[in-house]
T-cell receptor, first 114, second 113 residues
Framework: GENVEQHPSTLSVQEGDSAVIKCTYS??????FPWYKQELGKGPQLIID?????GEKKDQRIAVTLNKTAKHFSLHITETQPEDSAVYFC?????????????FGTGTRLQVTL | DTAVSQTPKYLVTQMGNDKSIKCEQN?????MYWYKQDSKKFLKIMFS???????INETVPNRFSPKSPDKAHLNLHINSLELGDSAVYFC????????????FGNGTRLTVT
């Protein structure tokens, strides 16, 4: 099955700096890679996603890059703000017909300090 | 309106009891899921239903029985609760289960004492 590794597990940055979270996946058949943000006491919320036919996608301060050959994808947050503090999850989706499923990384706790 | 709502938010119970968690989505999605998040925040899929049909059962003990009366609801019943069942359980839905985004509820924190 698919295995998604995520690094780092914790990340502390100063407000205004950039944050980068990296993930690798094992199954080359995976074709959809969403990123989720989970705030305390809430469910994960989709913040950006990328499909395997695209190398990069940007939405305001967040961007995601995908290297299909190396099976790497990364989340970049620029000009971080205190409200960016949360746990971030990457995930990889593999379509296998009826049993398609999303496999999550182990999460990165991002702390943005003033 | 909350898109994916699950109740209760907190559930504290003793070992051996039977409990249920309810989930409803008003997004018109065809696929619903249950995920378990352990104390280390790891998210693992338990079940997936598409239009009331079970699609994925990820080697979950048969003490856990999902029930989908219609495609907008996916409830989770747990028999003979054990200490190790303590976790946060998330319900989610997606349009069609085919690389479409998942929408999560806010979770049910289950504590078994």
């Amino acid at each position: 099955g698919e295995n998604v590794e995520q690094h780092p597990s914790t990340l502390s940055v100063q407000e205004g700096d950039s944050a980068v979270i990296k993930c690798t996946y094992s199954d080359s058949a995976s074709n959809y890679f969403p990123w989720y943000k989970q705030e305390l006491g809430k469910g994960p919320q989709l913040i950006i996603d990328i499909r395997s036919n695209v190398g990069e996608k940007k939405d305001q301060r967040i961007a995601v890059t995908l290297n299909k050959t190396a099976k790497h994808f990364s989340l970049h947050i620029t000009e971080t703000q205190p409200e960016d503090s949360a746990v971030y999850f990457c995930a990889a989706f593999k379509n296998t017909g009826t049993a398609s499923k999303l496999t999550f990384g182990t999460g990165t706790r991002l702390q943005v300090t003033l | 309106d909350t898109a994916v709502s699950q109740t209760p938010k907190y559930l504290v119970t003793q070992m051996g009891n039977d409990k249920s968690i309810k989930c409803e989505q008003n997004l018109g999605h065809d696929t619903m899921y249950w995920y378990k998040q352990d104390s280390k925040k790891f998210l693992k899929i338990m079940f997936s239903y598409n239009n009331k049909e079970l699609i994925i059962n990820e080697t979950v003990p048969n003490r856990f029985s999902p029930k989908s009366p219609d495609k907008a609801h996916l409830n989770l019943h747990i028999n003979s609760l054990e200490l190790g069942d303590s976790a946060v359980y998330f319900c989610a839905s997606s349009q069609d289960g085919n690389n479409s985004p998942l929408h999560f509820g806010n979770g049910t924190r289950l504590t078994v004492t």
